[in-house]
């Protein structure tokens, strides 16, 4: 059985940083696709970030230069540091692996306001 655990989020003041980890079993972690999505209120859950087996990386515009996805094999964990957090940047993060089928975290909250 696949399982996926997402720590790592909170409350933070705009421009300060959070780093997301999401450690993932039952399955072979390094042949995974690894995404990190998000989902505001009232939207459509979004792509923030995705790393392939490959350690190839790509994100959505508006988080460009400010977050990093990275990922320790040894660990089975994925990790998504994000820097100089905006308001907008507010919503539950979803970890998702992904090799033959998908699966999901159950999501970790982060919310940036003053």
């Known amino acids: 059985q696949v399982q996926l655990v997402e720590s790592g989020g909170g409350l933070v003041q705009p421009g300060g940083s959070l780093r997301l980890s999401c450690v993932v079993s039952?399955?072979?972690?390094?042949?995974?696709?690894m995404g990190w999505y998000r989902q505001a209120p009232g939207r459509q859950r979004e792509l923030v970030a995705r790393?392939?087996?490959?350690?190839?990386?790509n994100y959505v515009d508006s988080v460009k230069g400010r977050f990093t996805i990275s990922r320790d094999n040894a660990k089975n964990t994925v990790y998504l540091q994000m820097n100089s957090l905006k308001p907008e940047d507010t919503a539950v993060y979803y970890c998702?692996?992904?090799?033959?089928?998908?699966?999901w975290g159950q999501g970790t909250q982060v919310t940036v306001s003053s």
């Open positions: 790393i392939t087996s490959d350690f190839i990386t």
């Open positions: 039952g399955t072979i972690f390094r042949l995974n696709a």
């Open positions: 998702n692996a992904h090799w033959i089928n998908a699966y």
